[in-house]
Nanobody, 126 residues
Framework: QVQLAESGGGLVQAGGSLNLSCAAS????????MAWFRQAPGKEREFVAI????????FYSDSVKGRFTISRDNAKNMVYLQMNSLRPEDTAVYLC???????????????????WGQGTQVTVSS
């Protein structure tokens, strides 16, 4: 069973940047598609970005496209989320998730993922 641990969250002013990291241990990280979700208080968990096993296929939500970049390093069992031009509406707990399915057919559906980290808080002030 893969375990995930996110880090890199914090408080930043609007327009600023943060780089989130997700460290994986205890399983076959390179066999998993990896994604980032976020959840704000009182709101549903929202898809942010996904990387296929090798990073060949990458998709973003419309709300972050052009501002966020997902990447992974299979040699280090790490996945990253570089967040630029942050906005107050980006404030949320950001969670790393993995799927062992050969293909994640509906990558925006959080129920498609097999394991999750605890999350890291990102707060963007206006």
């Amino acid at each position: 069973q893969v375990q995930l641990a996110e880090s890199g969250g914090g408080l930043v002013q609007a327009g600023g940047s943060l780089n989130l990291s997700c460290a994986a241990s205890g399983g076959t990280f390179s066999s998993s598609a990896m994604a980032w979700f976020r959840q704000a208080p009182g709101k549903e968990r929202e898809f942010v970005a996904i990387s296929s096993r090798t990073g060949t296929y990458i998709f973003y939500s419309d709300s972050v496209k052009g501002r966020f970049t997902i990447s992974r390093d299979n040699a280090k069992n790490m996945v990253y989320l570089q967040m630029n031009s942050l906005r107050p509406e980006d404030t949320a707990v950001y969670l790393c998730a993995g799927s062992t399915a050969p293909m994640v057919s509906d990558y925006g559906d959080y129920r498609q993922y097999d394991y999750w980290g605890q999350g890291t808080q990102v707060t963007v002030s206006s």
